[in-house]
């Protein structure tokens, strides 16, 4: 019988988080790492208590996205809130089609859409 898991795209399902000790070590963020944290916490605050849906650039950011929620208001904010990837603008439409509850976008999804179409011509050059 298959256990019923959580999907984790990119990362091996086996991967413990790294403990604190190891994160130490890490480069100082950069100024601009710092302000768009400071963007996603501005949006993350920003969400309404009774539920809402983000829209993020990837399936890696969706988990960061929720602990940051978990974290900056709570665990009920966080199970009213709705964290989906939508690579694309097509992808954003169909989650977002119909939907009555309110609707934020991550910062940085506008950002990587640009970094890809870039990449895509430059692929065809």
């Given amino acids: 019988m298959l256990?019923?898991?959580s999907l984790r795209l990119g990362v091996p399902a086996?991967?413990?988080p790294r403990p604190m000790a190891d994160r130490l070590a890490d480069a100082s963020p950069t100024p601009g790492e710092l302000c768009r944290a400071d963007r996603t916490a501005r949006m993350v605050q920003a969400l309404p208590d009774d539920g809402a849906?983000?829209?993020?650039h990837s399936p890696g950011a969706v988990i960061l996205i929720r602990e940051a929620i978990r974290e900056l208001r709570g665990t009920?904010?966080?199970a009213q809130t709705r964290v989906v990837?939508?690579?694309t603008?097509?992808?954003e439409r169909r989650v977002t089609a119909g939907l009555s509850l309110p609707v934020f976008r991550d910062h940085f999804?506008?950002?990587?859409?640009?970094h890809a179409r870039a990449v895509m011509q430059a692929w065809r050059l």
């Fill in 3 to 5: 256990q019923d898991t």
């Fill in 14 to 16: 086996s991967m413990p």
């Fill in 109 to 114: 999804v506008d950002e990587q859409r640009e």
């Fill in 89 to 91: 603008i097509a992808d």
């Fill in 53 to 56: 849906v983000v829209i993020v």
């Fill in 85 to 87: 990837a939508a690579p």
């Fill in 76 to 78: 009920e904010v966080a």
